[in-house]
């Protein structure tokens, strides 16, 4: 007989113990009664509504987290038009109602609150519960808006890149590990004459120059591997069949493990400057043909280093070897000893007054051959 009066006191420590448990949860926990009313709270739940130990006892969920609709049904929380839609409001009723919907009583929800209070980001899951021989609901309620910032932060600063790539003046691209297009800006399209549905998915090998395919497929994943790339050139084929030449450079981007993500690379079209060069050499080449002919060359003077500069033709003429780049000395001494002083004032007079000569004197080849030459400067 004397195991009866223990069993309250039994319940009591159990209860005691659970809520020893409870308090000491990582997130908020709030127990509804079968009316929906608060019972009670953890601390982490009370220091998250600002809520005073013990006051909330009856409340609404509207109440304890001051949602700022409460207040437009006479009635207050569970009576308002918003509260259908209220996701913590159906989380409660599917719970009581002892439904097993994962969608309707576990999810994340922007909580807007009266003036005063902060909005909130939180993270919930109910579970229907028995207590009393009622059915009860237990909520696991955490905080969640700092991640929420940082997130929306992330997004916004992708949205930024993505913006900032998309409207370069260079063209951009990205492949995935495959080489195969995930995204392209305007100025890509552009220059390659190319719409982005004939682009995405497809690889980049595909638009290049036929004897630049093995190229690519043997280098990509050296790209990959090394993490970027500076200069690269390709031929690339746009959609009209004609060719540019490219100057390439790009990075690897790796997830947070460190795994391949994607390739971000930007290309200069160099066609034209390509074709200037060629040009320039195919002028040189006749400027040195036209120069031995007419036995004309010019020379200039690099005053920091104090040496003179020969074109080849004027190598050839003082009987040295072209790239020959004599001090201004030896220069000077190429001349007949009667035209050296003539020739340093004439110069000298040049390089301080801007005082241009044209003059005809002698020198005297490596051969110890004199030869008369004119000789201009400006």
């Not at 746009?238 to 690897?252: E, P, Q, R, Y």
Request: overall charge negative.
């Amino acid at each position: 007989m004397k195991a009866e009066p223990q069993e309250p006191r039994a319940l009591a420590a159990k209860d005691l113990s659970y809520k020893t448990i409870v308090d000491a949860s990582p997130v908020g926990i709030i127990v509804f009664g079968s009316d929906a009313r608060v019972i009670y709270a953890n601390t982490l739940a009370e220091q998250l509504f600002n809520q005073s130990m013990g006051a909330y006892s009856g409340l609404n969920c509207g109440d304890f987290v001051s949602c700022d609709k409460r207040h437009s049904a006479v009635q207050g929380c569970g009576h308002t038009a918003e509260c259908p839609a209220c996701p913590l409001y159906r989380a409660i009723q599917a719970a009581l109602e002892g439904k097993l919907d994962d969608a309707a009583m576990q999810g994340e929800t922007l909580l807007t609150r009266e003036a005063g209070q902060s909005a909130l980001w939180v993270k919930f899951k109910t579970n229907g519960i028995v207590k009393d021989d009622r059915q009860a609901v237990v909520m696991a309620i955490d905080d969640i808006t700092e991640h929420k910032r940082a997130e929306e932060a992330y997004k916004e600063n992708l949205e930024r890149f993505r913006l900032m790539f998309m409207n370069a003046p260079m063209p951009y691209q990205s492949l995935d590990s495959q080489g195969n297009f995930i995204d392209v800006n305007q100025t890509f399209l552009n220059v390659l004459g190319y719409s982005r549905e004939e682009l995405i998915g497809r690889n980049f090998g595909d638009i290049l120059h036929p004897d630049w395919t093995d190229h690519f497929k043997q280098n990509f994943p050296r790209f990959k591997a090394i993490g970027e790339i500076l200069g690269v050139e390709f031929e690339m084929m746009k959609k009209d069949g004609s060719t540019i030449l490219v100057f390439f450079s790009g990075k690897i981007q790796h997830d947070a493990q460190g795994q391949f993500k994607q390739t971000h690379c930007i290309f200069q079209d160099i066609t034209e400057r390509k074709r200037v060069e060629a040009a320039l050499r195919d002028s040189e080449r006749l400027l040195r043909v036209a120069g031995r002919l007419a036995h004309m060359g010019g020379w200039s003077v690099d005053l920091a280093a104090n040496r003179v500069k020969w074109s080849d033709e004027v190598a050839r003429i003082h009987g040295v070897p072209p790239g020959l780049s004599p001090s201004v000395e030896e220069a000077v001494d190429f001349f007949a000893p009667e035209y050296r002083e003539k020739i340093t004032q004439v110069v000298n007079a040049c390089i301080q007054h801007g005082t241009p000569f044209d003059e005809v004197m002698q020198i005297r080849t490596t051969a110890g051959k004199r030869v008369w030459i004119r000789t201009m400067g400006m």
